[in-house]
């Protein structure tokens, strides 16, 4: 019995040993064949093929989680310019200005003769609260000397930004102290403004400049409307110039303010995004308020909706140049390592349907990074006629065309000033030197400018020094050669830098914008605009000829136009001869009729139950526009 079972198991073990030897053979041949198959098999991804081969196969050790942080970078450039991945060390950074703060000691510095010098502290910020001055010199941190050709902007931002809680122990050097002075500062939230200055620029008009749309950008806006509401506004400018985007729900609140109930802000649309549209709640609290908005070549993302929608929907007037043409949405998508995933995964449109963004071929980067310096070959910047969209035109609320395809057109242009531009105001602006010898002048005159609580105080103090030869002497012995010619030229540009820098170094960026506004041509444009009461949009002249036909309700109707519009109200009278014509069509009825005779949506619902309406529309020209302009001049609408 013992020995019949013993021979049961021998086909058994006979069959496990043939098995373990084919695998046995099959490791060894894979092994030393220089070729790893069962990688290749097992895997249905090349990538991670790729990758396997390489850790396994390549000749000399190589860190593949370094290797897939560099591959991952070229792979999203083939898809678009906006689709990135941030790496886990440079996600916080990357995400600074959108969050409203960061953590750090809250001051502004400056690498000025080999030493790092405070320009201004941030008010309530940790710094501020230990006594930290603006002219500071810091010499050493945490015990160590930092001075000397080694130290960097880079590596100052890096000693001095740290966990919250953390304490960063500076040696300041400060001017009247013979001894050098300790300060132990625990790092903390530093606030980062994104809505940089408010002020009255008229005893009715106010300003708001918006840097970023982030966190914390809606309320800090709501704040600004407030302070200028008491200083008794009743008309806005909303500069959005320079303005990269952010976040598009910050937009979205910001609009709101502006527009009617259930108006559309934008929407979202991608292959695996179904749309998604944003409109108004009705409970904005400046929907009459009168509002230009300025844009510029910089002006991307956020800024675009913003504008889009307020022009879109003949809310206000956008006046600057061209807007930069980023209509495409990323969502971050976060990998256990911290580090992230910015995909783009709709595009966004205005309200008349337009994508704003302008055009690109994936992988081809450099060319989408050089469209601003193609709008300068152009003429772009200095001529409304040179400027080109690669768009369809579309319809805004009252008709008036707009263009996809190449950001924001504004309504009204204006040029870039050149005015005073030479290539030694270029030289000096780029080396850094109009902003290094602000900081130079203050210091100098510290005592002198302390005294100024406003920008006209400040002002007074600089006029009464030879700003432009101190820049000149300052600046040759920089290395940047003196010709005076040129600074003639340049010199009331250069006052104007210079005073601003100083301005901003002593007080803030709202007196500093102030003071820069004053001789900005955009500014001034829109100033005049809303002084004469004409931003809100209207048609325009050769549309308004057409009411010339009108008679006390009464409308030519030509007889090509006859056809269509009696069958789709459901009429059937005799064809009009004569201007003594009129009837009265259902709202719904003449929604349909527009929408099928323009070929577009109609984004309004009508007012009143009944209309009397039979519109004049010539043979030649018989398009959405015009009807449009019939519609909105004769009859009120409820936009939505």
Known sequence: MIKHNKNRFVPLLVSIGVVVGIMLGSFFANHFSGNRLSIINNSSNKIIDLFHLIDDQYVDTINIPDLVEKAMPQILKELDPHSTYISAAKVEESMQDLKGSFSGIGVQFTLYKDTIRVVKVVKGGPSESVGIQAGDRIINIDGKP?????ISNDGTMKRLKGPKGSIARLGIKRAGQKKLLSFSITRGDVPVKTVDAAYMASPTIG?????????TTYAEFIAALTKLQTMGFSKLILDL??????YMETAVQMVNEFLPKNSLIVYTEGRKSPRKEYRTDGRGAYQSLPLVVLVDETSAS???????????N?????IGRRSFGKGLVQVPIEFPDGSMLRLTTARYYTPSGRCVQKPYKPGDEEDYEADLLLRAEHGEYFSADSIRTSGEKFKTRIGRTVYGGGGIVPDIFVARDTLGMTSYFKEAYLGGLLFQYAYDFVDKYRTDLSQCNNMKEVTTVVKKKNLIEGFASYAEKAGLKRRNLMIQRSHKLLTTYITSAIIGDLLDDSEATEYTNQTDKAVMQAIALLAANKSVPTVGKQQAMLFTKMHNNYYALTTKEYTPFALTAGYKPAPPTTWDWQWTVQPTTLCTWLTKRSGLTLPFALQSNTIPYLPYIGNTNADYNNILALCYR???FAWS
């Open 146 to 150: 930092y001075v000397g050709d080694t």
């Open 207 to 215: 300003y708001i400049r918006v840097s970023s749309f982030g966190d």
């Open 302 to 312: 956020a800024s675009e909706i913003f504008a889009g929608a307020i022009q879109d």
């Open 314 to 318: 003949d809310r206000g007037t956008i």
């Open 634 to 636: 004769k009859w009120t």
């Open 241 to 246: 110039r320079g303005n990269p985007g952010g």
